[in-house]
């Protein structure tokens, strides 16, 4: 299965823009947050599967939404929200705005990080004599036009242990459904990685490496 080799071009991320609005640089940012300028760069573009768990990526939004100073309101526009009327400020229902800002924030890292169907624990004495998920690779693919949600999707199967090796275009984009695809000899893995994220596994017309998987990512799923 080829692939192209680039990314397609994306207009700056929330993140981003809340950023630039501050007039501030990506080192100055970083700086701000305490994280590295790798790992602003992550957030920004949505690669969050590039953390090495799903818990690091969670606290490095809040940590970086944080040093931007985003608040209650902005954190509801960033997340694409309807913003409430702004009540008396007091400084009790100040810290509960602030407080609230942060679960909104929070709520929206784990739409970066994606809800892709099933529980990763189901079906666990299933898939006992199977080896560790960090065993396996896995290409993931953006087959339905939406990079952020394979990206979503990527940083997903990462959480659950996988090894991500690429994230890129497939060779279409008119793929109706996200599917987990594997090579000969394969089936049980691809098997296992489709149920925990709620899917169909489906097997590739060749290849000889039993332990490398394909997920291509369909349209984003609603509901």
């Known amino acids: 299965m080829s692939v192209a080799p680039q990314l397609e071009h994306q207009e700056p ?7 630039l609005q501050r007039k501030l640089t990506v080192e100055e940012a970083a700086r701000r947050a305490g994280l590295s300028y790798e790992q602003i760069e992550w957030l920004e573009e949505g690669r969050v599967y590039r953390f090495p768990s ?34 008396d400020r007091y400084p009790r229902t100040r810290i509960i705005s602030v407080a609230a800002g942060i679960v909104l924030l929070a709520a929206l890292a784990v739409t970066l990080l994606g809800g892709f169907g099933a ?7 299933e898939t006992t004599a199977l080896p560790p998920t960090w065993k396996l690779s896995v290409d993931v693919l953006n087959g339905g036009g939406d990079i952020y949600y394979t990206r979503a999707l990527a940083s997903k199967i990462g959480g659950l242990g996988y090894k991500i090796k690429r994230v890129t275009k497939a060779e279409r984009f008119d793929y109706p459904n996200t599917a987990v695809y594997f090579e000969p000899g394969g089936d049980a893995y691809g098997n296992r990685l ?30």
Do not use: M, W
């Open 119 to 125: 529980n990763a624990k189901k079906n666990d004495g």
């Open 194 to 223: 489709a149920r925990q994220l709620g899917v169909q596994a489906k097997p590739l017309p060749g290849g000889s490496n039993p332990r490398r998987l394909v997920v291509i990512a369909g349209p984003p799923r609603i509901g």
């Open 54 to 87: 799903a818990d690091d990526a969670l606290v490095a939004v809040v940590l970086y939404a944080t040093a931007l100073g985003i608040d209650q309101d902005e954190a509801r526009s960033l997340a694409r929200l309807p913003v409430q009327p702004r009540p």
């Open 13 to 19: 991320s929330p993140l981003a823009s809340a950023r």
